[in-house]
Each structure stands twice: as C-alpha cells, then as structure tokens.
Nanobody
Framework: QLQLVESGGGLAQPGGSLRLSCTAS???????IGWFRQAPGKEREGVSC????????NYSDSVKGRFTISRDNAKNTVHLQMNSLKPEDTAVYYC???????WGQGTQVTVSS
C-alpha cells in the first residue's frame, strides 16, 4: 500500500534554509512528483514538480531561483531544498504523486524571526 511521508519542516528564520523530503513506501520511478503548499486561508498551490527520471523540473515564479527539487529513485525519495526563505513561504507543504493523485500528510514550514 502506498504511503508518502513528508519530513524536514520546521521553523526557519528569513533568509534561512530547510530541506524537505518525501519518502514513498513503494517505488514511484514512473511517476512525476510535485510539491504543493497551502498557507492559512489560502488555496493549495503548486510549488515545484519533477519528472519520473528527474530530467525535467518546474517551479512556480514565487520560488524560482530559491528552491530546488530533486529525486533519488533508489531511495524512493524526493527532496525540496528551500533557500532564502521568506515569511510568505510559511505553509503546510505536501508532496503529490501526479499519476495516482495521491497526497502525503504534509509538513509545516514556518518562516519567522
């Protein structure tokens, strides 16, 4: 049974960094994986996605140049390296398996001084 577990969230200062991980219980190397986030009172929005083999990536304008998505299919894990964090990055971050429309439980990221 598929399970997605996000980790790495927490509290960071503005300008700081966090690295999120999304680990699957099964091999997902045929699926694109995305990271989404939802801030309080706002709709869930796409942040970044990566193709099944990692050859193609995409980022929202709000994180482009600051976040980097990567994947290690041997470890069934997708990472989101978040640098130069801003208070507006505060949200619950979710990973999503595109072809299965399956969501993880989310991890909270709070950027505050």
């Amino acid at each position: 049974q598929l399970q997605l577990v996000e980790s790495g969230g927490g509290l960071a200062q503005p300008g700081g960094s966090l690295r999120l991980s999304c680990t699957a219980s099964v091999n997902l190397d045929v699926y694109a994986i995305g990271w989404f986030r939802q801030a309080p009172g706002k709709e869930r929005e796409g942040v970044s996605c990566i193709s099944s083999r990692g050859g193609a990536t995409n980022y929202s304008d709000s994180v482009k140049g600051r976040f980097t998505i990567s994947r290690d299919n041997a470890k069934n894990t997708v990472h989101l390296q978040m640098n130069s964090l801003k208070p507006e990055d505060t949200a619950v971050y979710y990973c999503h398996v595109a072809g299965l429309d399956y969501w993880g439980q989310g991890t909270q990221v709070t950027v505050s001084s």
